[in-house]
């Protein structure tokens, strides 16, 4: 019964590249959340996903991020054209339902040098 | 303004001994969930202990107990005979009804960094 999966655990691009984040969530889990978490604060939400949908992307930055939850497959973060401040732990969480509880991966480390 | 405020950055405590962490919440919502999380230095989030709003017994979980004091829109974490493990960033977080109905997005204080001393 493995927990929520997220790869890679650290990724480094060098600033102008692009970032590819995956969350795979819990089994029976169809709700996906984001979370961005920078250097000494905690975690800030960027964006909720049910299955091919986004239901909230209120804490997306407007340019260079993206994320999908397609029918199959893992949730995707994507990041495009990274800059140093970017640089961040990124988490993923999931949940059977918008009122269930959220269990959260072990985080991606991403570091633009 | 700050809906999670934790006031104290880094707390030191001696083996065995309990440790408060403090944590204040600023909501209008009747309805709402408060959460604490361990981030030790591997990185990862772990859920510890969970407080509805309408419960009316402070939550425990082993050595975790939740001081929740409504009124003063406190919830504060009591960890009992430290050990070094304990030692990590300890995150406060709140879940609120947001508008629609639904309240998946929990919103998280800045953390206290506990150091659990042999």
């Known amino acids: 019964n493995a927990g929520v999966m997220q790869n890679p655990r650290h990724l480094v691009r060098r600033r102008g590249q692009e970032a590819r984040l995956r969350c795979s969530p819990m089994?029976?889990?169809?709700?996906v959340y984001w979370y961005r978490q920078l250097p000494e604060e905690g975690l800030k939400f960027m964006v909720y996903?049910?299955?091919?949908?986004?239901?909230?992307e209120s804490g997306m930055p407007k340019e260079r991020f993206s994320a999908e939850f397609p029918k199959e497959g893992p949730s995707i973060l994507r990041i495009q054209q990274v800059v140093r401040g970017d640089s961040a732990a990124y988490f993923c969480?999931?949940?059977?339902?918008?009122?269930?509880?959220?269990?959260f991966g072990q985080g991606t480390r991403l570091t633009v040098v | 303004a700050q809906k999670i405020t934790q006031t104290q950055p880094g707390m030191f405590v001696q083996e065995k001994e309990a440790v408060t962490l403090d944590c204040t919440y600023d909501?209008?919502?009747?309805?709402?969930?408060l959460f604490w999380y361990k981030q030790p230095s591997s990185g990862e989030m772990i859920f510890l202990i969970y407080?509805?709003?309408?419960?009316?017994q402070n939550a425990t979980e082993g050595r975790y107990s939740l001081n929740f004091q409504k009124a003063r829109k406190s919830a504060n974490l009591v960890i009992s005979a430290s050990q070094l493990g304990d030692s990590a960033m300890y995150f406060c977080?709140?879940?609120?009804?947001?508008?629609?109905?639904?309240?998946?997005?929990?919103?998280f204080g800045k953390g206290t960094l506990l150091t659990v001393n042999p």
């Open positions: 969480a999931s949940s059977r339902g918008a009122w269930a509880e959220a269990f």
């Open positions: 089994k029976g889990h169809s709700h």
């Open positions: 996903l049910q299955k091919e949908n986004i239901i909230d």
């Open positions: 909501t209008s919502d009747q309805s709402y969930g």
């Open positions: 407080q509805g709003s309408y419960d009316e």
């Open positions: 977080a709140m879940r609120e009804v947001l508008s629609g109905g639904s309240n998946y997005k929990l919103t």
